[in-house]
């Protein structure tokens, strides 16, 4: 995704917004909530799976990567959820998607400290990332 904003010469600069994706699980009625383990300033709070889109390479297709090497399972990739939420002082932007399993297995924690089902009613329950 490209920027573009006026430096202070009044110039206009492009630059690339980097995109973070995140899957929105959701598996009878709950959705999966990741706590991070690092870096310090954020271990403890919790998140949507996901990560960075690499270059050349499609949002839902980084999400379906992301899962496998976060958690070790297989999702099928639905529809955006909600709008864009802008990051890192503008710096970067969030796109989520819901997702749900495929292939029967269970997620793993395997890059993060915790992971929890939450119905509606328990969003306010964890700490989310800003």
Not at 85 to 92: K, L
Request: aromatic share 4%; charged share 30%.
């Amino acid at each position: 995704m490209r920027t573009e904003r006026a430096n202070g010469g009044g110039q206009t600069e492009r630059r690339d917004l980097k995109v973070i994706v995140g899957a929105a699980i959701i598996r009878d009625g709950r959705v999966l909530a990741c706590a991070r383990s690092a870096p310090p300033e954020v271990a403890g709070m919790w998140e949507f799976p996901g990560g960075k889109v690499e270059r050349g390479e499609a949002e839902t297709d980084a999400l379906i990567r992301e899962c496998a090497e976060e958690l070790a399972v297989r999702v099928e990739i639905g529809d955006r959820v909600g709008r864009n939420v802008r990051m890192a002082h503008g710096r970067s932007v969030l796109k989520v998607y819901a997702a749900r399993l495929v292939g029967g297995e269970e997620p793993q924690a395997l890059e993060h400290e915790a992971l929890r089902w939450l119905t509606a009613d328990e969003l306010d329950s964890v700490t989310w990332l800003p």
